[in-house]
């Protein structure tokens, strides 16, 4: 069993940077890919960014690109989501997820989520 834990959302400005971070339990969160994934009120949930259990493959959606960072740090269990120059459109619930097995697109294990509102 792996539980995540989401972080650092909150209520902005746009413009403003927020730094989400989503610590995993488990010993071999290293071996675990791990995405980033939001869903605003009354829309479906989508995925934002994604990063491989190595770190040498990261993925965006095209609405964050050269806005938001996925990154990980493996000797603290967390990885974190970097997003600047947010904008009203960004608000949504963002949930953490992670991958542990290999050779299927689906996530595991899912955080509670953290909410970002951004006001314009």
């Known amino acids: 069993q792996v539980q995540l834990v989401e972080s650092g959302g909150g209520l902005v400005q746009a413009g403003s940077s927020l730094r989400l971070s989503c610590a995993a339990s488990g010993r071999t969160f290293s071996s675990y890919d791990m995405g980033w994934f939001r869903q605003a009120p009354g829309k479906e949930r989508e995925s934002v960014a994604r990063?491989?259990?190595?770190?040498?493959?990261?993925w965006y959606a095209k609405s964050v690109i050269g806005r938001f960072t996925i990154s990980r740090d493996d000797a603290k269990n967390t990885v974190y989501l970097q997003m600047n120059s947010l904008k009203p459109e960004d608000t949504a619930v963002y949930y953490c997820?992670?991958?542990?097995?290999?050779?299927?697109?689906?996530?595991?294990?899912w955080g509670k989520g953290t909410q970002v509102t951004v006001s314009s």
């Open positions: 997820a992670a991958r542990i097995g290999v050779g299927y697109v689906g996530y595991d294990y």
């Open positions: 990063i491989s259990r190595s770190g040498g493959s990261i």
